[in-house]
């Protein structure tokens, strides 16, 4: 039987913490996303790391108050999970229940209304299942996206969606722009290859870093952290691969 702890990361031991599976300081999108978490702390995210004495950091839950939450959502007086992930191998364990545990024992403790959650099928968001499970509710859905929540004040007002896509788009309405936050460390790499593509194929990208909370809830998806607009249009809401990206644009042009 494996030895599992959750470690509550700060500005000063995140550096020594495994992100989504890497731990590698010369990685660009680990360094950035070490720096974003020390820019961020002090707004009350909570980064913690489940650490097995045998495995080393398998598994990872990222939240913050609503107000300071990385999603587009209106959701005053909850907790916001922005992620959890555990490894692969490690699956089947129940250990990503409790890591949402931990989070709903620091919502109660705070005194806050509940905790919300955006879900997806997409890879680089979390399922809706476990959340289901653990008493969760559906409050609002763009598709492929579900907002959970479970509330611990049943007269507080449900969490809701305040994407806005229409009016982000216009502000988009030439070229090719990228939106992106530090948030996920996988977004380094991705614009880097996405920006090669680009010039590749003769256009000349923007590239928008997305800085705050409130940036994030004005990007045109509920995934917060990253989008491509061309010429107005929405092509991509999440991360995709250089090549993913050559081949939406080939249907486009």
Same mark, same amino acid.
């Given at each position: 039987m494996r030895d599992y702890e959750i470690v509550d990361t700060d500005a000063n031991n995140i550096g020594g913490c495994g992100i989504c599976g890497r731990k590698n300081p010369s990685n660009e999108g680990y360094r950035r996303k070490c720096d974003w978490l020390?820019?961020? #702390?002090?707004?009350?995210?909570?980064?913690? @790391?489940? %650490?097995?004495?045998? $495995?080393?950091?398998? +598994?990872?839950?990222?939240?913050?108050?609503?107000?300071?939450?990385?999603?587009?959502?209106?959701?005053?007086? #909850?907790?916001?999970?922005?992620?959890?992930? @555990?490894? %692969?191998?490690?699956? $089947?364990?129940?250990? +990503?229940?409790?890591?949402?545990?931990?989070?709903?024992?620091?919502?109660?403790?705070?005194?806050?209304?509940?905790?919300?959650?955006?879900?997806?099928?997409?890879?680089?968001?979390?399922?809706?299942?476990?959340?289901?499970?653990a008493g969760f509710v559906c409050v609002d859905r763009i598709d492929p996206y579900e907002l959970l929540v479970k509330k611990f004040d049943k007269a507080a007002p449900d969490p809701r969606f305040i994407v806005d896509r229409e009016r982000v788009l216009q502000k988009y309405k030439k070229g090719l722009t990228i939106l992106a936050a530090d948030q996920c460390p996988m977004i380094a790499k991705c614009v880097k290859d996405i920006t090669a593509a680009a010039r590749a194929l003769g256009l000349k990208p923007k590239v928008v870093p997305v800085r705050s909370a409130e940036e994030s809830r004005e990007l045109p998806t509920p995934y917060g952290v990253f989008s491509i607009i061309y010429e107005g249009k929405l092509i991509a809401e999440r991360p995709v691969s250089g090549t993913r990206f050559r081949n939406i644009m080939r249907k486009l042009t």
């Open positions: 020390k820019q961020h #702390y002090a707004e009350g995210l909570r980064y913690k @790391v489940l %650490r097995c004495r045998e $495995g080393g950091d398998v +598994g990872v839950i990222e939240y913050a108050p609503g107000r300071h939450a990385w999603r587009p959502v209106e959701a005053d007086g #909850y907790l916001v999970i922005h992620c959890l992930m @555990v490894i %692969r191998k490690h699956l $089947g364990q129940g250990l +990503g229940m409790r890591l949402l545990e931990s989070c709903l024992a620091d919502a109660k403790q705070s005194k806050c209304r509940g905790v919300a959650v955006v879900t997806s099928s997409d890879s680089f968001m979390a399922r809706s299942d476990l959340f289901l499970k």
